[in-house]
Structure formats: structure tokens, C-alpha cells
């Protein structure tokens, strides 16, 4: 059958699975990632694919790459995984990742023992001999390899010598090609051994999640060929409600930037299932909201989900039910996230979470060292909720009573009593039953148990309240006869206890000033002591040699010997004596001075934790160092392995603090010469900085305390940095009028130097396919280099229409069109990139003198412009070619605005000023109305002079005048640690920071103590 053919029978989407080799006809919205990536995989022996879970990896894989490679002349092996049950028989396997690859490759081996000891290059030599061509490369695709990662846990020493296995049959032959496939989350994991592997694994291809205008591909394609298109504007309805979330509230709906394949698929679907009995025809607004109502479809997927997990696991269908309600979805019906345990995760088994994550209804995502489970999309939580009320409705009053129960956290006041509870007892069986009915019935029984034996009590204690009272009247009259007489002896017992209690105050003070005074002459008395004791003992010594002679010479003696003996006796006691006394005063003088030591350590620690909150409440909102000072408070070695309770009470109050507050920061770089210019790679992992000294700096911010790289080719200051969209490659320029590209696999020589401009460069942006640079500086001049020409020196392109210097560009998209920004300090322009250079720009009308900075949103459809009079300028840019509205305008009370930068996620402006002050705005689409800032960052106290948000909107890099480079982290504060142990506490403090205390700040608050890392797993940092 044709691609473009399909029968009327056909549905042509899949469904909630993923797209297989024969489903390539019904694959759409992915051509340009997967040409990228067969251009990659063809250029490269060895490539890392990775997305997020859930983007479609193993379909584009399947419809996409496979096929090119086919067309390419390379023989594609069966695609293969490191994961699987072992058989039963097999035993002294060398490599469990290995053995499982192989018997994937060949799944119809009638004898897996004979693999258990085979190597991959040894298996792969003794196959290729076997295939129709043996001169063809081979192409080994290793799918979810994150496998390696999350199965076979005991195995994990294994797993370096499967990385050189790998990396042995590469090196073996030449014609093998290797793809390595897994979910972006584990990406950081391969880091230990990418050195094994040819060039350090660093071809790599990271694959967007499904964006709107994707999204929309997908959905009209297949049902285009289907023969039953969709009406215009019905599929972009179908789209906006695939992207819905919850804002801050319940109620707050708003669209979100990605669409989740699964999500999509259901929902078509079920459309095309419900209108195949219909006639051929358009596929109408009536159709959508009759027969593809997202809620019900993805509550029927919902429905199909759970029941295959109750089958499979023997879960009951209530415990799921009410595990989704009270663990995946919040009282304000936004989703939650649970941790996954050993065993289970959140009591439920882990068995059934794999089951739900493969049929792709939850979503695992590892952070804060460990492994998080959440719904794939906000847009389930309703259909579950429904889905969950509409269930309940159907089972009995006791089933429904239960669930109340459970999710309302098992309330007291819900459980059964009395003749209810009793009658339910009657109608089930209470040991066969399911949970949490079995647990309902079983609590309600406990509860009306206490409240049976609480009401005997109560009886029995008011018939023992009335024979007291008896008992109380008849000994009141002995008590008061007793009263009267010892009136008077009782006086007379407090006048003279008042003398006592005088008299044991005076000895108190006594002793206190001799205990003062025997701690300062304890040492004195010690060595007093021992001196005596010597003397007394020579005496004893000389003694006995005297009553020696004298017995040799005549028994006239004898008389004297024996009194001498008696006086050598008497001195050697008198000589133990004081010498256990001198002992005894050592020792005393010894635990004096350990417990002033102890004191001295316990007030240390005590500093410490107070600098801590006084570091909190500075104006340099140092949240890092506060977090190092808490750690360290409690970690130094005089304390002991018990640190002094009000020590970590006070330690653990500040932790609990700085965890917990948002916008938590680490400081990468305190000083040094401005940093002018930051600028994010597309995977997170790099931040790059310009510095005036003239050298770039590369943080990984994967490897957390590493120093950064140093790219210094540059002969001045440098202006300006940016990463390419597409690859690791990295542009800086300055005031040399020089451009370095820098590949970061191999960063010590520029791969490239481009040379044109006139003096300073200022401004560089890549376009997004990453095949053109642009650049701006002081000559007034905007240039275009073609980075895929041979040689981009000559076909270099300039535009001239600034009067002044060009201060700063950006690229925008939309509408079917593409526009480059510039500005300087006399206009903004927005040149039609198509028609470069002939076109002419059009101009931004403002009264605004533009200084040096300028920032799109994530549509490309607002921009943010800073100028020299401290304000800021919004344009809505919906439809540059027919009309630009005038701009909303806020002023700041401030010298000057250095930065402003977008979020590419949600719809957050930040705006630097020169105070070091930092704004955060929400701004919604197609809104120019900045309205009151969202929150205020404090931070390095000398002016922001660059701002850049990560590709996920995690994280704002900040740059200073004073050289400060600062890491803010955007998403919620560090949750789960308020009322978390200590020990957890820590933990989770150490990483939170990228550094470990330098010596300077080592001397400043721990003079004269012996330098440790407050956390082990860190470097030694002395930034």
C-alpha cells in the first residue's frame, strides 16, 4: 500500500503505543528531528539519541531512522535493549547488560547458556559472516538504554566492562555503527564512562518534546490521507486543549508550550474510532465536542490503564483508585509527585508504577538522588477524578465509605459504629476482603472496641467516685483534729529550716570559689606531689642499701637493720601515696582542661549557626554559603560523633530556612574583572561567560565545584557569547573585533576565527537551525556568516542601517516568517531574514534611548527592550509585515537597566539594574502590560550586566560589574525538608551547593581549626 493510502477501515492513528516500521505512512510531524538525526548517525560510528520520556524516541527510531539507513545502504540489526528477565537455566553469566543485548539480537537462540560468556564483539564477528553483505556497515540501535541505569541494580559493577565491550567492538570493526537511545534524565550518568567510548560519546541529539505547531502535523496529516480532514481551525482547537494546564489555582487554566504524544494519540484515536460509521466528510467543531471530548478519552485510557495493572498485579482496584487521588493529584487538583522506594512507592508496589509508566500514564523523572513519579500531563487530572467519582457511584455504601476514608487520610469520625458497623460485619468477610475495606472495618472495630472499654471505665470510676466521697467524709473530721495540733509544729519547722537553707547558701559559695580556685593549682599540686614522692622514694632507696650493709657486717645490727626497714617501709608507702595523689590531681587538671576544650568547641559551633542566619539576613542573600556555615556547625571534630543539642536544634531551624525559600542561589564566580554576557547551551549542561580580561569561562554545571574551562584567545575584553541551538559549538567576540567558535568535545584551540568587523563586537545570536551566525558591533554594522560554506570569510554578508553601535540581536520566529532583531542607540530594527540583505528593515517607533539589551518570549511574538533612561519597552509582535502597536512602557527609580531576559518556559521577564537588583515579571501572551513584579532578587549588590534563563526554565544565570556569576533556581523551593530529620536535612543540604568552604572563608569563621569539606562528595574549592 502507498504511503499516501489509506482504507476507509484504517484508522490512522495508533493509539497509545508506540509506532512500529509498517506505521511509517501514519508518522507525522517529525521530519526535520529526523533528518538531523539520520544526518548524524551517517556522519558519526557512535551517537547518543535523548529525549524526555514519552517524546517519541523508539517511534521516530522505528518510522524515520531505520528506513534512512536502509535507503543509506547500511544493514540495520534488530533493535535491541540492555534489560530482561533472566532464564531460569542460565547461570555464570560475565555481563548481565551484555548477555541481555546479545539475546535480543537473536531472541530465537534455542541455547541462551552458550551466550552467557559471549562477548558483543565476539558474538558480532561470528554473525557477520552471516548477513547477505558482509562489506555493508552495520547499525546496532541500543533503545531505552537508560536500562543500564535502572535494571539489575546488584549488577551495577558491571557495568564498566560493558562499556568496554561496546567500545572493543568498535574498535574491532570499522563498519560498526552504534546508536545509543535513552531518556534525557539519565544522560548525566553516562558521564563516568563516556571516556571509554570513541570520542567520548560526544555526538549527541537531543529531540524537543511535541510543540503546538507539531502537534497540529500530527493531527491533520493522518486524518488528511485518512480522507476525513479536519475543518479549518478545528485541529488548533483540538491542539490548545491537548496543551491545558492549571496555573497557581484549580481554576486558572492556561496553554501550555508542549503536547504529549500519548495524549494525542488517545484522543484521535477515539475520534476516528467513534466516526468510521459515519459518511466521509470534514471532521467539524460538532464532531470534536461529540465524539473526541478530551476528558472522556483520556478517562477511557485512564480505565484501560488500572484494569491492566489489577490483572496483572492483583492490586485492588480501590487501593488504585484512591492511590491516584491521594498521592498523584493535590487538594487543588494539580498533580503531585511521589518518591519511589525499594520495594513500593507510596505503598504501592513497584511492579504496578512500571506497568502504569510503560502504558504511559505516569512519568519518572530522577532528582534530589533519587527516582520521582508523577501523571505525564496536567490535563489527567480531571478525567481520573471523574472517572474515580463515577466508579464509586456503583459500588456499595461500605465501598464508598472506605474510600472516603482512605482519602481523607483515615479520619476517626468516618469509620463505622454501632448497629452500622455491626451490620457490615454481618454482610462481609473480614479476613477474605479487599483493602482498604478490610482496614476500614478493621479500625471502626478497634474504635468502637475503645470506646466500649472507655464507657465501662467511666462506670466503674463513677461508682468508685461516690465510695470515696464516703470514705473522704468520715477521715475530714481526724484531719482537721490533726490540722489544729500541727499548726504550731509546722511554724516552728520553717524557722528553723529558714536558718538551714541560710547556712547551705553560705557553704555553696564556698565550695564554689574552692572548686574555681582547685581547677588553676591542680597542675601546680601534680608536680608538687611528684617531687615529693621522688625524693621520698630515693630516701626508701638509700634506707635499704643501709640495712643491707649493716646485716653483712655483725648481728649487732640486727636491732637497727630492722628499724631501718620499718622507716624504708613507711617511706615507700608515704612515697605510693603521694604519688597516687600527684596522679589523681593530673587527672583532675586533665578533664578540667578537656572540658574547657568541649566548652570552647560547643561556642564555635554555636558562631557558626548564628553567622549562618546573620548571612541570611545580608543584602548579598548568600544562600550558600548560609547552607555551608549550618552544615559545617555540626561537623566539626571536637564535638564528637554527638554534636551539643542546642547546636543542631539551631543548625537544623537555619537548614530548614534556606531550603526551604525560594529563588535558593549558588555562586559560581565572586569576583574578578565584569562579566558582560552569559549564555545557556541547548541540554543545560554549559553556562558561558564574557569576560573584560579577555577569557571565556564554561562551567559544567553537571559536575557541580569543577573549575571552569578558560577559552582565552581573545587579545581584550570580551563582549559577547552564544551557544549554537543545534550542536555544542560556542561563539564568543570583543573588543579585538575577532569571532571564536569553540567545539567544548575539544576546547583548547578555536575551531574557527572569523575576522570582518571594524572594532568591538557587541552582539551574537546563531539562527536556530544553527547554520548562520550573526554578528554586531561597534562599526555600526550587522554581518551574516555562512558556517556552512567552505569558507565563511568570503561569503560573509554585511547589512548597514545603524547610525550608531549595535548593542544587541535575538532571532525571532512565527507566522510562517523569520526576523532578525538588532539595536542600538538610536533604533530597534526587524530585518525579513528571508530577503537579507536587500530587504529594508522595519523601524521601532519610540522615544526610548536603547542602551544594550533585548530579549524575545517563547512565541517570538513579544519583545522586551532596556534603555539608557531605566525603562522598559514592550512590543507586541503578532504581525510585524502589517502593524507594530505602540509599546507599554514601566520606568525604574535606578541609575540604569543592564539586562532583561525571557523564560522559554511559561511567560516570566527578568529585568537587571544597576543596583544588582533583579525583577521577575509574569507576562502573558500577546499582554504588554507589566502590571507589579512578581518577586524581587537581591543579590551581589554591583550592576547586573547579563541575565539568561536554561533551556527549561530551571534556572537564571546572573552577571555582575563585580565579576560575580550567580546561579538562581527558578523552580519551587526545596520541598519535603520542613519537618525532615536532621540527617535528611543534611543530605539534602550538600546538594543544594555546587562548593565546599574556601581557605579564606575557612580562616575568617574557623580560625585555627584543621580544614575539612563540610561535604565529602565535593571538591575542595577555593573560589
Known amino acids: 500500500m502507498a504511503r499516501d493510502e489509506l482504507t476507509s477501515s484504517t484508522n490512522p492513528y495508533v493509539g497509545p503505543r508506540t509506532f512500529l516500521e509498517e506505521d ?89 547458556q552458550a551466550l ?27 533503545d531505552q538504554f537508560e536500562e543500564i541505569f535502572t535494571t539489575h541494580l546488584d549488577h551495577w559493577q558491571e557495568r564498566p566492562a560493558f562499556f568496554e565491550q561496546l567500545a572493543q567492538a568498535m574498535n574491532q570493526d570499522p563498519l560498526l555503527w552504534v546508536l545509543l537511545s535513552m531518556r534525557e534524565d539519565y544522560v548525566a550518568s553516562l558521564d563516568p564512562f563516556a571516556r571509554m567510548l570513541p570520542r567520548r560519546l560526544r555526538p549527541r541529539f537531543f529531540m524537543q518534546r511535541m510543540d503546538a505547531e507539531t502537534a497540529l502535523i500530527a493531527i491533520e496529516e493522518p486524518a488528511r490521507r485518512g480522507g476525513r480532514p479536519f475543518a479549518p481551525g478545528v485541529a488548533e482547537t483540538l491542539v490548545n486543549n491537548l496543551r491545558q494546564i492549571h496555573g497557581q489555582t484549580k481554576d486558572e ?25 459515519r459518511p466521509l466528510a470534514e471532521i467539524s467543531y460538532d464532531d470534536v465536542k461529540e465524539l473526541g471530548d478530551v476528558d472522556m478519552a483520556l478517562g477511557q485510557f485512564y480505565e484501560q490503564a488500572i484494569g491492566r495493572v489489577i490483572k496483572e498485579t492483583g492490586v485492588t482496584e480501590l487501593t488504585l483508585r484512591n492511590w491516584f487521588e491521594n498521592h498523584l493529584i493535590t487538594e487543588s487538583r494539580t498533580r503531585g509527585t511521589v518518591y519511589q522506594g525499594r520495594e513500593t512507592t507510596a505503598s504501592l508496589p513497584n511492579e504496578a508504577i512500571l506497568l502504569l509508566v510503560n502504558q504511559f500514564l505516569l512519568r519518572s523523572e530522577f532528582r534530589a538522588g533519587g527516582t520521582w513519579f508523577e501523571l505525564v500531563h496536567d490535563r489527567f487530572v480531571e478525567p481520573i477524578l471523574q472517572a474515580n467519582a463515577e466508579w464509586r457511584l456503583r459500588q456499595s455504601p461500605l465501598v464508598q465509605a472506605a474510600a472516603a476514608w482512605e482519602r481523607a487520610e483515615r479520619p476517626r469520625e468516618k469509620l463505622f459504629r454501632g448497629t452500622q458497623l455491626r451490620e457490615a460485619l454481618q454482610e462481609v468477610n473480614l479476613e477474605t476482603c479487599e483493602e482498604p475495606v478490610k482496614s476500614f472495618l478493621q479500625a471502626s472495630q478497634d474504635a468502637q472496641n475503645e470506646r466500649d472499654l472507655a464507657r465501662a471505665q467511666e462506670e466503674a470510676e463513677k461508682e468508685a467516685r461516690i465510695a470515696a466521697r464516703l470514705r473522704l467524709l468520715a477521715i475530714g473530721l481526724v484531719i482537721a483534729f490533726f490540722l489544729t495540733a500541727a499548726a504550731s509544729v509546722i511554724a516552728l519547722w520553717q524557722s528553723q529550716a529558714a536558718q538551714v537553707q541560710a547556712a547551705q547558701n553560705a557553704t555553696l559559695a564556698i565550695v564554689n570559689e574552692a572548686a574555681a580556685a582547685t581547677a588553676g593549682i591542680a597542675a601546680v599540686t601534680s608536680d608538687s606531689f611528684a617531687v615529693e614522692a621522688n625524693f621520698l622514694v630515693q630516701t626508701a632507696n638509700a634506707a635499704a642499701a643501709d640495712a643491707a650493709q649493716a646485716q653483712g657486717t655483725s648481728e649487732a645490727f640486727a636491732q637497727e637493720n630492722l628499724d631501718l626497714a620499718a622507716t624504708s617501709q613507711a617511706a615507700a608507702f608515704l612515697a605510693a601515696t603521694r604519688a597516687a595523689e600527684a596522679e589523681q590531681a593530673r587527672q583532675d587538671a586533665e578533664q578540667a582542661r578537656l572540658e574547657a576544650e568541649q566548652q570552647r568547641c ?30 559545617q556547625a555540626t561537623n566539626l571534630p571536637c564535638l564528637g560523633e554527638t554534636p551539643d543539642i542546642e547546636v543542631r536544634q539551631l543548625s537544623q531551624a537555619v537548614l530548614q530556612d534556606v531550603l526551604t525559600r525560594p529563588y535558593y542561589n549558588n555562586i559560581l564566580r565572586r569576583s574578578g574583572s565584569p562579566v558582560r554576557s552569559l549564555t545557556f547551551s541547548r541540554d543545560g549542561q554549559w553556562l558561558a561567560a564574557a569576560t573584560d580580561d579577555g577569557i571565556v569561562l564554561v562551567y559544567d554545571l553537571f559536575a557541580p565545584g569543577n573549575d571552569p574551562y578558560q577559552l582565552s584567545q581573545h587579545t581584550g575584553p570580551v563582549r559577547t557569547v552564544a551557544f549554537n541551538p543545534v550542536t555544542i559549538q560556542l561563539a564568543s567576540a570583543g573588543d579585538d573585533g575577532l569571532i571564536n567558535l569553540w567545539d567544548l568535545a575539544n576546547p583548547d584551540q578555536p575551531l574557527l576565527t572569523l575576522a570582518g568587523h571594524a572594532g568591538s563586537v557587541r552582539a551574537l545570536v546563531f539562527s536556530p537551525d544553527g547554520t548562520r551566525l550573526f554578528s554586531g558591533g561597534e562599526d555600526r554594522s550587522v554581518r551574516i556568516w555562512e558556517l556552512t560554506a567552505d569558507e565563511p570569510q568570503r561569503s560573509m554578508m554585511v547589512i548597514s542601517e545603524h547610525t550608531n553601535i549595535v548593542f544587541a540581536l535575538t532571532y525571532a520566529q512565527g507566522n510562517n516568517q523569520s526576523y532578525l532583531i538588532s539595536a542600538s542607540a538610536e533604533a530597534v530594527y526587524l530585518w525579513e531574514v528571508s530577503r537579507l540583505p536587500q530587504v529594508r528593515p522595519l523601524r521601532l517607533s519610540s522615544n526610548q534611548r536603547f542602551a544594550n539589551d533585548l530579549a524575545l518570549n517563547r512565541t517570538g511574538r513579544l519583545l522586551a527592550t532596556i534603555g539608557s533612561d531605566a525603562s522598559v519597552r514592550l512590543w507586541n509582535l503578532a504581525n510585524p509585515a502589517s502593524s507594530i502597536p505602540a509599546p507599554s512602557s514601566l520606568t525604574f527609580n535606578v541609575a540604569q537597566l543592564g539586562a532583561v531576559a525571557f523564560s522559554p518556559v511559561g511567560s516570566t521577564l527578568f529585568v537587571g539594574d544597576s543596583t544588582g537588583t533583579i525583577r521577575l515579571w509574569e507576562v502573558p501572551a500577546f499582554t504588554t502590560d507589566l502590571g507589579q513584579a512578581r ?41 519535603g525538608v520542613e519537618d525532615a530529620e536532621y540527617e535528611i536535612l543534611l543530605e539534602q543540604a550538600c546538594k543544594e551547593v555546587s562548593r565546599n568552604l574556601s581557605a579564606e572563608e575557612w580562616e575568617n569563621y574557623l580560625p585555627g581549626q584543621v580544614y575539612i569539606p563540610t561535604c565529602v562528595d565535593l571538591p575542595i574549592n577555593n573560589r
Open 602 to 631: 560547643i561556642v564555635l559551633s554555636q558562631a557558626l549557626a548564628a553567622q549562618a542566619i546573620l548571612t541570611l539576613s545580608q543584602p548579598q542573600n548568600d544562600t550558600e554559603l548560609a547552607t555551608l556555615l549550618a552544615v
Open 24 to 112: 511509517a505512512r501514519l508518522f507525522f510531524g517529525r521530519e526535520r528531528e529526523a533528518r538531523e538525526l539520520l544526518s548524524l548517525v551517517i556522519s558519526e560510528p557512535l551517537t547518543l539519541f535523548y529525549a524526555r520520556s514519552g517524546a517519541g524516541k523508539s517511534s521516530l527510531i522505528n518510522t524515520r531512522l531505520i528506513p534512512g539507513l536502509r535507503d543509506e545502504e547500511f544493514f540495520v540489526l534488530p533493535v535491541t535493549r540492555v534489560s530482561g528477565a533472566l532464564p531460569a537455566k542460565v547461570t555464570e553469566i560475565t555481563n548481565v547488560f551484555a548477555f541481555n543485548l546479545l539475546l535480543n539480537l537473536d531472541p530465537n537462540q534455542a541455547e541462551p
Open 935 to 975: 518577586a524581587t532578587l537581591l543579590g551581589p549588590q554591583a550592576a547586573i550586566l547579563g541575565l539568561t534563563v536554561s533551556p527549561d526554565g530551571q534556572f537564571l544565570a546572573s552577571a555582575a560589574a563585580s565579576g560575580e556569576i550567580r546561579l538562581w533556581q527558578l523552580s519551587a523551593a526545596t520541598g
Open 116 to 142: 552467557a560468556q559471549t562477548t558483543l564483539s565476539e558474538y558480532l564477528q561470528r554473525t557477520k559472516e552471516q548477513l547477505p553483505d558482509p562489506t555493508l556497515a552495520r547499525v546496532l540501535i541500543i
Open 253 to 277: 487554566v492556561i496553554l501550555g508550550q508542549f503536547v504529549e504524544p500519548v495524549q494525542l494519540q488517545v484522543v484521535c484515536y477515539q475520534l476516528w474510532h467513534n466516526l468510521q460509521a
